[in-house]
């Protein structure tokens, strides 16, 4: 079924009261709620006759892939609600329990440039791991950049996240993070509106970008050019009532011109997690962990990797601290230019810092 049918569908859906009515309705009924047009109408009655859900459920199944429909009761609460819902979300992952999970709140969308700076890179993963420690769940799109680096941050703290895609869940894009999208998969989920086999194509992304706003109780853009992709998510989010949130940046960067211009159009400015907790005043949110700098964490964290390049898991059992503790000491320290992040989550302290007393 093409996505522009699809489309067509949903609207028809809204009008009949459920999808379930108007894929069981006759010819004549089905015209009607698809405005009369004979062409759409001969092309919806085709789809119908050609699909065979016994067939397709089974499918889905061996392949290890669930299916949402917007009727069933998992369906996200609040993706209903905006304009033009996805007709139905395809996943792969820990789905049902990441689905709750969105539903229980707080659920933040992260997103920003796929070509960001160091420093953008550290605040997104920081303002993740601080958010996710929290209890927050966090959305974002799998791509390059500020994207990964908001769901590393969320993998960090022991949080959940999801990953919504601009292809199907069988077509991770880009392909550099099937290992990050199989890290989601353990505890959140990777899910899409698209049909298994659809391929990544351009004018999926920005209709994807609905889908993450839609889900999030708030939306955080980290660096952003004029023309960014993550200014669609801001605008869709705007249009949903939920609250924006931009993190501000130098005058002259072009990296900075989508934020500082959100910012002056009346997005809420953030510097850290605090920002983004009073914008969702009503979220079930966990008390924040106790400031790394106060308890030794950072010090605790940075004699780890000085030994040696380290995972979280390893950095938690050396240092005697929990996963959350870890991953905002490590946020710190990224910031502070003391440890580095390597591939594979795995962290390693910065030559000739940190050591002498520094903390």
Same mark, same amino acid.
């Given at each position: 079924m093409s996505h522009a049918l699809s489309r067509d569908l949903q609207r028809a859906a809204r009008v009949a009261g459920g999808p379930d009515i108007l894929w069981g309705a006759g010819g004549p009924q089905m015209a009607a709620w698809l405005r009369a047009d004979g062409d759409l109408t001969k092309k919806a009655g085709a789809a119908r006759a050609?699909?065979? !859900? %016994? =067939?397709?459920?089974?499918?889905?199944?061996?392949r290890g892939i669930a299916h949402v429909p917007i009727t069933d009761a998992s369906y996200p609460a609040r993706l209903r609600r905006i304009f033009d819902p996805p007709f139905g979300l395809f996943g792969v992952g820990q789905v049902p329990g990441a689905l709750a999970a969105l539903d229980a709140g707080p659920a933040i969308a992260i997103v920003g440039s796929r070509r960001p700076t160091a420093a953008g890179r550290r605040m997104a993963s920081a303002l993740a791991a601080d958010l996710a420690a929290r209890g927050a769940v966090i959305v974002s799109g799998l791509a390059r950049g500020i994207d990964?680096?908001?769901?590393?941050?969320?993998l960090e703290a022991g949080g959940i996240t999801v990953a919504v895609l601009g292809s199907a869940v069988d077509r991770i894009h880009p392909r550099?993070?099937?290992?990050? !999208? %199989? =890290?989601?998969?353990?505890?959140g989920a990777v899910v899409s509106e698209y049909w298994p086999g659809t391929e990544p194509m351009p004018w999926r992304f920005p209709a994807r970008n609905r889908i993450i706003a839609g889900l999030?109780?708030?939306?955080?853009?980290?660096?952003?050019?004029?023309r960014s992709g993550a200014l669609i998510t801001a605008d869709f989010a705007m249009e949903n009532g939920t609250p924006v949130l931009a993190v501000p940046g130098w005058p002259g960067s072009a990296l900075s011109a989508g934020c500082n211009a959100l910012i002056r159009a009346g997005a809420a400015l953030c510097e850290a997690a605090d920002d983004v907790v009073a914008e969702v005043p009503g979220g079930a949110w966990?008390?924040?962990?106790?400031?790394?700098?106060?308890?030794?964490?950072?010090?605790?964290?940075?004699?780890?990797?000085?030994?040696?390049?380290?995972?979280v898991d390893r950095i938690a059992g050396e240092a005697g601290i929990g996963h959350a503790e870890v991953a905002v000491a490590l946020a710190a320290l990224e910031m502070d230019g003391l440890v580095a992040r390597g591939q594979g989550g795995v962290f390693r302290a910065v030559p000739g810092r940190g050591r002498g007393g520094g903390l």
């Open positions: 050609a699909f065979r !859900a %016994d =067939r397709a459920r089974e499918a889905l199944i061996r990964a680096a908001a769901h590393e941050g969320a550099r993070h099937v290992g990050l !999208a %199989d =890290r989601i998969q353990r505890d999030g109780d708030a939306a955080v853009v980290v660096e952003a050019a004029s966990a008390d924040a962990p106790v400031a790394p700098s106060s308890t030794g964490a950072c010090a605790l964290v940075l004699s780890v990797v000085q030994r040696e390049p380290a995972g």
